[in-house]
């Protein structure tokens, strides 16, 4: 029988950030982190919530992410900026830049935001919700490790890049979505071996190329198939495109931790668009013409858009707690217990190719 707790979201975030503090990270960075991590669990996204924490103290343990990273942002013109994340975590040199990212975009009516150099390991929606909420079109693609194989070759040239998506629509609301190129997270096929789950067929192949429905099969030498074939490997490569090529991040195929045993995270890149819809034109404006979008597909029998289901998990846990399993719990608290710094890190790029 499995013992289930409920924790209140901000001692869940409490919890991680003491962990994240423990291996290594500065305040600033586990906050951001255990924030997000917390965020997933909460919205009812296991694949990218605490399953993620042993691999985030592995990581930080290895000395391959550094976890007190202080990132840089650089003028790339007035639509335009560039971040050297410094070998730290995505998500804390987005929040750096992301005020005078949100300022060019009103300002000039989009904005660009390149992050190289950078580790990204969860969930990306949050990377994009804050900039709908406050107005703004958001979309985010990051690079990942190479997990999917394009169709006819024969070995993983791609991440599972996810593409993440937000805009406001009516009634203060917005539409967000965030989906992997790949069928299945990378996260999920981890879990689907952990519990012994069958993988969906079309999912991916085992080390010889074959089709299998064994995650086990898909982790131990073989890779996840694109959604929709060549179409869905065609927007792979436009990610690795924008989020590596774009940004002077790493592409997918070029990640190489094989010198820090117990290393997760991918140091790719990630590529932020920002656009002011009010830049459109719009008369009736552009969240009541969203809105009358969802109004229509409703109509034509779609219930839940894109966001929906996050939504009410999200509203359910802050009224009722976060469903943490007890040994789960159990777990976490042993990364804070067992916590020690990892060792010092590479910082130019060429050192992180080794």
Not at 198 to 204: K, R, W
Request: glycine share 12%; proline share 7%.
């Amino acid at each position: 029988m499995v013992t289930m707790t409920h924790m209140d979201f901000d001692a869940l975030v409490a919890l991680l950030t003491r962990i994240f503090i423990a291996n290594g990270a500065s305040p600033g960075v586990a906050d951001i982190l255990a924030r997000n991590c917390a965020g997933a669990e909460r919205d009812g996204a296991m694949s990218h919530g605490l399953f993620r924490m042993p691999g985030y103290v592995a990581t930080l343990r290895s000395g391959w992410v550094d976890g007190r990273a202080e990132p840089v942002v650089e003028d790339g013109g007035a639509s335009f900026l560039r971040v050297d994340a410094a070998n730290g975590f995505a998500q804390p040199a987005l929040a750096v830049a992301a005020p005078l990212a949100m300022d060019r975009a009103c300002a000039t009516g989009a904005c660009v935001v390149a992050i190289r150099r950078s580790h990204h390991f969860a969930a990306l929606w949050p990377d994009v919700e804050p900039f709908a909420e406050a107005g703004l079109v958001a979309i985010a693609m990051v690079d990942s490790m190479a997990v999917v194989v394009p169709p006819g070759a024969g070995k993983p040239v791609y991440g599972t890049n996810p593409l993440a998506f937000a805009a406001p629509r009516g009634g203060g609301k917005i539409i967000v979505f965030d989906q992997a190129v790949s069928v299945l997270a990378h996260g999920d096929v981890q879990i689907a071996a952990r519990e012994g789950h069958d993988l969906p067929e079309g999912a991916g192949v085992d080390a010889a190329g074959r089709p299998t429905r064994d995650p086990r099969a898909v982790l131990d030498g073989g890779a996840l198939l694109p959604f929709g074939g060549h179409k869905g490997a065609a927007i792979a490569m436009m990610i690795e495109i924008m989020a590596a090529a774009l940004t002077g991040g790493l592409y997918s195929h070029e990640v190489d931790w094989s010198g820090h045993p117990g290393a997760q995270t991918p140091c790719t890149g990630e590529c932020v668009i920002l656009i002011d819809p009010a830049r459109g034109g719009s008369a009736a404006g552009f969240a009541a013409r969203v809105e009358q979008l969802v109004e229509a597909l409703r109509a034509a029998g779609q219930e839940r858009m894109p966001g929906d289901r996050r939504f009410a998990a999200r509203e359910k846990a802050l009224r009722e707690g976060v469903a943490v399993r007890a040994e789960m719990l159990a777990r976490l608290e042993g990364l804070v217990a067992n916590g020690t710094s990892p060792s010092p890190l590479p910082t130019s790029p060429d050192a992180l190719r080794d």
